[in-house]
Structures are given as C-alpha cells and as structure tokens.
C-alpha cells in the first residue's frame, strides 16, 4: 500500500543471535531512514541514508548496523542486542532527504522482541 | 538542538465532539508535516504546510501554520471512531532542514 516494505513482521531473537531486518521502498525515492518506536519514547531517528550514503547516525550502539547497498534498500543489522532494544523498528523513504521534499513514507515495520 | 512539543499527550473525546492538537517548535520552521498512526500500524504521511498562516482542509481535518511558523495545530470537526491513532507532528527546521517528530497525542474516541 505505501510502497515501503519490511521482512519479517515479527522477530524474536536471543541476545547473542546474528540477524538482519530488510527494507525495500518502491517509489524512487532518494532518501532512506531507520526508525526505533518503543512504548516509553518517541519515534527515534537511527540512522539515514541519502543517495546510498550515510547521512546521520544518531548515537546508536555499535550493535546496530545498517547498509544500505543501493537507492532501494535497506538492511538493518543486529547482533548481541539487549531486552531494551525490543520495539518496532520502522523503515521510511523520501524523495529527497532536506527541504520540502522529505515527508515521510513508513513501511509497515517488525516487531522485535530481544529474550 | 531543535525540540518539537506536542500537546496533548492523551486525549479521549465522546464521537462527534471536536479533537484539537498542538505543535509548538523551539525554532522557527520551514514546514511542517503532519502524520496519523492507527493502533498496530505505522505512521501515515497527512499533509504538510509550507506558508506562513497557512490553512489547509482535508474533509473533517483542519490543519494550521502559525504566522511565525513555529506552531501548527490539527483540528477534527465531529470525530468518528475511524480517527482513533496517534497524530504527529514533525517540524523541518533550522540550518540543517532536518525532520523532528513531536512525542504525538494519542486520540481515542467512545461511541
């Protein structure tokens, strides 16, 4: 529907297992972001890239990797997270990433839980 | 670095009364975005307003830009349960254009 897609859904995973969330946005868009919803904060910017290249990192641990290997996708990857880390991680797209063409377009996100 | 506030946290109206919220910046803005998520889902892009002053309508949906720009406010004529969700404002603003989401007010509304 909004051209923004995420596998999985839904991820549960140890804290010491390796796994990756994937976006795919289907609108040409320029622009690419990761988003972290938990219940206690707001929606928090992660990371964005623009034109494949990464334009902000927001203070994230080290145990968040993205990469974002061309203008329509994006992976996020995680190893060694903490129960904390638990949320919905949401992915977006732009048409561009500054001025007045960067509304956002959310994909349906995953929902990870950390044991 | 630029804050974006929103008010109310909660609000919980009978259908068919009004529903207002609002967004205050601590900067002055370029535009302003404004976004609805439903209860499981994810965030929906609404609109934006650009101008100062700016009034913009979507059916029961107002949406306002303050002459400084550093306020805006969405306001809902005889809410529906269809409009229960979260609404959010996000603020493009200071020397970067970056985009801030404000906390959002959660509207939940009784039959």
């Known amino acids: 529907e909004t051209g923004v897609t995420q596998t999985p859904r839904h991820l549960v995973m140890g804290m010491t297992n390796k796994k990756s969330l994937k976006c795919e946005q289907h609108?040409?868009?320029?622009?690419m972001y990761w988003y972290k919803q938990s219940a206690k904060k707001p929606l928090e910017l992660m990371f964005v890239?623009?034109?494949?290249?990464?334009?902000e990192n927001n203070s994230v641990p080290s145990r968040f990797s993205p990469e974002c290997p061309n203008s329509s996708h994006l992976f996020l990857h995680l190893h060694t997270l903490q129960p904390e880390d638990s949320a919905l991680y949401l992915c977006?797209?732009?048409?561009?990433?500054?001025?007045?063409?960067?509304?956002?377009?959310f994909g349906p996100g995953t929902r990870l839980t950390v044991l | 670095g630029q804050q974006v506030m929103q008010i109310p946290q909660y609000q919980h109206v009978q259908e068919g009364e009004d529903f207002t919220t609002y967004c205050n910046s601590s900067?002055?803005?370029?535009?302003i975005q404004w976004y609805k998520q439903r209860p499981g889902g994810h965030p929906v892009f609404l609109i934006q307003?650009?101008?100062?002053?700016e009034v913009k309508k979507q059916k029961r949906l107002t949406f306002q830009f303050g002459e400084a720009k550093k306020n805006s406010s969405l306001h809902i004529t005889a809410t529906q349960t269809t409009d229960v969700g979260t609404y959010f404002c996000?603020?493009?603003?200071?020397?970067?254009?970056?985009?801030?989401f404000g906390k959002g007010t959660l509207l939940t509304v009784n039959p």
């Open positions: 977006a797209s732009s048409p561009k990433y500054m001025g007045s063409y960067n509304e956002q377009f």
């Open positions: 900067t002055t803005l370029s535009n």
């Open positions: 307003l650009v101008k100062s002053g």
């Open positions: 609108l040409g868009h320029n622009a």
């Open positions: 890239y623009s034109l494949e290249e990464r334009v």
């Open positions: 996000a603020g493009v603003g200071g020397s970067n254009y970056k985009l801030t």
